[in-house]
């Protein structure tokens, strides 16, 4: 790996095997982009790639020049109000109320390795071999606001991490009213757009468009990433597919608003925004102040979708993630949420334990509920200690009660949320997110504390460090069930309103940093009423996040193939839960609802002595597998065969990194009678070896004898999934949502 800049001394050629990333200082000193995409070879000059026009209706930047303007140019990093009419990735605003700025060229620096980002989440290195990372350093001489870029390349993978940084060297105040982390104009616009949407207990589902000239975006103003709208997207060549072919990857590595833009221009060209959401964001730097904006990372492959997610995946798993859990295949716990929801007692509690324990669960999850005045939804929320009437032992001693079981013991939080109903409101009625002169908003009968001050911050670090300190805590469910309204906060100026939503994340990240750094063992598992702040930000801090809300099999097979665009396997909160299932009503077969759960963290997330004492073997048997293939499900190589956007049947499997072990999970939502014969083609196998291949999670009558095929087969040919619903169905095996896992061993 190499990061290169040639003789003229004004152009940088980032690149590694597989990629090239090429900038240029621009005759007017802004920086100007030559090219993103597969490796080309060094040269001596890009000059050539610098395309000028001379357009009817463009404004111009020389006197004497017709076809310098840059709204016909590509661009690093464009600015607001000159003579380009995109949407820029800055804005400046002056006292004299001007919004323009010019960023030029003044100098560069190459450091190995990587910087960390200050009070940021951000991807890092462990050797200063594995990446190289280019500083441009750029001056609006104007106002004397310096800009730096900051460029990450990796020694392997498509992988550029971006994001830019101001200091204010002026001698008056200045405002940034936009500040994205990445701006990226591509050549043209053959791309289709695929943003990850929905809703609660609907999250991240694949939305594919093509690019038209104008904007599409996506993004979030709820202070929260969403449920509507991921910090993902990709923009894809129309014939590339899961397979092969072009696709560039856009992340943000941000929990707060964000936006996701591209903007195609009236010559096809397509610029990509990715950054804090500028509406409500405005930052005041006084003199010698500085604003970090979040990273982002953009992933360049022309192997195809699944070849994107999985560089996405390693990399988000390995140098995203921290910490102890990083790479350690993770506990099968149980959450008595929908087993009990607010209505529980300590007895209870341990009787749901017990069993899970002789079912071969590995972890007690306490959820919601036991603080405070906390026996509905309206109470308690602020008031981190044990509420006695329910736990007489308190935290304490519950889970010495679990630990004796020879479980571990987890705890819910939502550290950024209040009832009115608190003792923490009453004493602080003044920590909460709301204006002064108007009335705040409720959600869910709660309001947002203002973690943009850090007494509040502070005051909670304390309660929750007590109860981890005194407690024999291994896990902690961090929820936040609901965005933030009225943002305002009364601990800052006027001029400073801006910065809310941003000091907010700010906040967060900060109680994430210290209680992660304090307690190195505790395992953090981040939710957002299921998966509204299922981000890599939050992946910094918490390696699994709650991926849904939604725990019916047949909704997560959407929701966990779509969330697998960006995120790993081993970040998939995935529970088993009761039929008929709580958000659909639907009964699914056990052994569909764990071969669909197998493929995250793996869980339960009901009470196990309400199942059938046959259906209790079942559990002990999925246990047992679990913590036989978790490694290789966790951390192998995540592939998408069959989606469950385009058909009845979805598929996906996981392959070993020496590609001696595999397990495919194949799905089909409706039963159908004389159906056609089927075959699955696999990916990632050694074509030359042979693979033993049997099922496993399948109705017993269905399972199926060994058989022998050789990698090219399974690969070209493919694996037959034909089953007795293809002819007549004498020992009424299939039914709807069946599903079955096969295993492969060379
Ligand atoms: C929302 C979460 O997603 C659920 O799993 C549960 O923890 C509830 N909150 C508790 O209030």
């Not at 929905?198 to 599409?216: D, M, N, S």
């Not at 109680?511 to 307690?519: D, K, M, N």
């Not at 039963?671 to 099922?695: I, K």
């Amino acid at each position: 790996m190499e990061i290169i800049r040639n003789r003229q001394g004004n152009t940088f050629h980032l690149c590694n095997d597989e990629i090239s990333y090429i900038m240029t200082v621009l005759p007017n000193g802004q920086m100007g982009q030559l090219y993103f995409g597969k490796r080309i070879r060094e040269r001596e000059d890009y000059s050539h790639l610098l395309e000028t026009a001379s357009r009817p209706m463009s404004s111009c930047v020389f006197d004497t020049d017709k076809k310098f303007s840059m709204e016909h140019i590509k661009q690093e990093y464009a600015v607001f109000g000159t003579t380009d009419y995109r949407t820029p990735a800055v804005e400046v605003i002056q006292k004299n109320g001007s919004r323009l700025s010019e960023f030029c060229f003044q100098n560069y620096r190459i450091e190995s390795g990587k910087p960390g980002l200050p009070g940021l989440p951000a991807v890092y290195t462990e050797a200063d071999s594995e990446a190289e990372t280019l500083v441009i350093e750029l001056m609006d001489k104007t106002t004397g606001l310096q800009a730096e870029l900051l460029y990450t390349i990796f020694e392997k993978g498509g992988i550029i991490a971006r994001s830019a940084r101001f200091l204010n060297k002026g001698t008056e105040d200045l405002f940034l009213g936009s500040a994205m982390s990445l701006c990226m104009d591509l050549p043209d616009c053959e791309y289709e757009w695929i943003q990850f949407s929905g809703a609660w207990a609907r999250e991240r589902y694949p939305k594919v468009r093509r690019l038209e000239q104008g904007i599409q975006s996506v993004g979030s103003m709820r202070g929260n990433s969403s449920h509507n709208h991921n910090p993902f997207v990709i923009l894809k060549r129309p014939s590339a597919d899961e397979f092969q072919g072009e696709a560039i990857g856009f992340s943000l590595i941000y929990s707060g608003n964000f936006l996701a833009q591209a903007e195609v221009d009236a010559y096809h060209t397509t610029r990509v925004l990715l950054g804090i959401h500028p509406a409500g964001f405005q930052w005041k730097l006084e003199p010698e102040e500085s604003f970090q904006t979040p990273e982002a990372v953009m992933v360049y492959t022309d192997q195809g979708l699944n070849h994107l997610s999985q560089t996405y995946h390693k990399l988000y798993q390995k140098r995203l993630a921290r910490g102890y859990w990083r790479d350690r295949t993770r506990p099968i716990l149980i959450n008595n949420w929908e087993a009990t929801y607010f209505n529980f007692t300590e007895e209870k509690l341990i009787e749901i334990a017990k069993k899970a324990k002789s079912c071969g669960v590995e972890m007690f999850v306490l959820d919601d509920g036991w603080f405070g005045a906390r026996s509905l939804e309206r109470a308690g929320l602020g008031d981190w200690t044990a509420n006695p009437d329910r736990l007489p032992n308190g935290i304490t001693g519950l889970a010495e009660k679990i630990e004796d079981l020879g479980m571990k013991f987890g705890l819910w939080f939502e550290p950024e949320m209040v009832n009115p109903d608190s003792d923490l409101y009453r004493q602080h009625p003044d920590w909460i997110i709301a204006a002064p002169d108007r009335k705040p908003s409720h959600g869910r009968f709660q309001y947002v504390l203002d973690f943009s001050r850090k007494e509040a911050v502070d005051h909670i670090y304390e309660m929750m460090a007590k109860i981890l300190s005194e407690a024999k805590v291994s896990y902690i469910k961090w929820d936040m069930n609901r965005s933030i309204t009225e943002c305002y906060s009364g601990a800052l100026p006027a001029d400073r309103q801006g910065e809310v939503y941003h000091r907010y994340i700010l906040g967060v990240y900060d109680l994430y940093e210290r209680l992660t750094s304090r307690f190195p063992h505790v395992l953090f598992e981040s939710c957002a009423s299921g998966g509204g702040r299922f981000d890599p930000g939050m992946l910094y801090y918490a390696p699994q996040a709650w991926t849904s809300d939604d725990t019916d099999a047949v909704e997560r097979l959407k929701i966990q193939f779509g969330t697998s665009y960006c995120y790993p396997v081993s970040s998939m909160g995935s529970h088993v839960s009761v039929t008929p299932n709580h958000q659909l009503n639907r009964n699914t077969p056990l052994r569909t609802r764990a071969n669909t759960a197998y493929f995250g963290t793996f869980g339960y997330e009901l009470d196990l002595n309400v199942l059938t004492e046959e259906e209790q073997e079942e559990v002990k048997v999925q246990t047992a597998f679990m913590k036989e293939y978790r490694n290789l499900i966790q951390f192998g190589t995540f592939y998408r065969l069959k989606s469950p956007f385009e058909g009845n049947i979805t598929a996906w499997m996981a392959v070993s990194e020496d590609q001696t072990e595999a397990i495919v999970g194949w799905y089909r939502v409706l039963n159908g009678v004389n159906m056609p014969y089927t075959r699955l083609r696999l990916e990632g196998l050694d074509p030359e070896r042979s693979y033993h291949v049997w099922t496993a999670g399948t109705d017993k009558k269905e399972a199926s004898k060994e058989s022998v095929h050789y990698g090219d087969e399974l690969m070209n040919l493919g694996l037959i999934t034909t089953d007795a619903s293809c002819g007549e169905d004498v020992d009424r095996v299939c039914c709807d949502f069946n599903s079955r896992l096969y295993l492969l061993k060379a």
